[in-house]
């Protein structure tokens, strides 16, 4: 099909008096879209009524492609906001932690399993689009607010463990588009070993005797995680994996292996 014509000009009745022109259009596009792109039960009121706008054009070309099961794309330049997006992430997280305590002079060594809890997490995510290959790759930030506590009692020993912290990731994305509306994407993260750790800890009281508990401030090593999931208009969805994290790293008789899956959904706000 050729280019869609439509030109506006004056019809001028009364050449003493400009205020006598009158707008009119030449809507040939419509005879256009009626010979060459129109769905077999298109009423022709419908081809008459379209007005030439971008966004009325662009309903009537997607419509056209869903009836002969023809995938869509829209091809749009972008402005900034496009190039930055912000949204809400919050999700659930299903965590585990085992601890292992080397045998010292005061007490035995132990090795326990705090077993695995789901809980919440929020985060704040914003994204930067790369300008390139076709805005397929986006780098994001994402604080976030994460939380374990759980409890263990061994012959005698007594363990508590909260694992309470706003972490800072930052991560590689790359989209696959299926259409205008609807893109696939997988991300690499990297989690730095610094966090807010909210009192972060883990305390160990003997059983049996009258020893005063111990507390350990809880640290962390970087750490890697990977996800993937589906972005619809505004709404995202993902599963993330990550990788085992020692948070006793600092104690050298102390050894810990944290775990966590999460499914985060998302909002953007811009």
């Not at 990788?243 to 499914?263: E, F, G, H, P, Q």
Request: net charge positive; hydrophobic share 35%.
């Amino acid at each position: 099909m050729s280019i869609l014509i439509y030109k506006e000009y004056y019809d001028q009745e009364n050449k003493d008096y400009v205020e006598a022109f009158e707008i009119s259009a030449n809507n040939k596009f419509h005879a256009q879209l009626w010979t060459d792109v129109r769905c077999p039960n298109t009423a022709t009121s419908v081809v008459e009524q379209l007005k030439y706008q971008k966004s009325e054009l662009r309903k009537y070309f997607i419509k056209y492609n869903k009836c002969f099961n023809n995938a869509s794309v829209v091809y749009e330049k972008k402005t900034g906001k496009d190039f930055f997006h912000l949204k809400i992430s919050p999700g659930i997280n299903y965590s585990s932690l085992g601890v292992t305590n080397i045998s010292s002079s005061t007490y035995d060594g132990f090795t326990t399993d705090f077993g695995n809890q789901a809980s919440f997490r929020i985060g704040l995510e914003g994204e930067l689009i790369l300008p390139f290959n076709r805005n397929k790759w986006g780098i994001l930030f994402e604080p976030t607010f994460q939380y374990y506590s759980s409890g263990k009692e061994l012959s005698n020993v007594k363990l508590t463990v909260h694992f309470n912290t706003i972490e800072f990731p930052v991560g590689l994305r790359y989209y696959c588009f299926l259409n205008h509306e609807l893109k696939l994407f997988a991300d690499v993260i990297f989690i730095p070993a610094y966090f807010v750790p909210f009192d972060s800890e883990l305390i160990k009281e003997n059983t049996v005797s009258s020893i005063l508990p111990e507390s350990y401030k809880l640290q962390s090593s970087p750490s890697y995680a990977f996800g993937g999931g589906f972005v619809y208009k505004k709404y995202s969805a993902e599963f993330r994996y990550y990788a085992n994290r020692d948070i006793l790293n600092n104690y050298v008789r102390w050894d810990s292996d944290y775990k966590r899956l999460s499914l985060i959904l998302g909002f953007r706000i811009l």
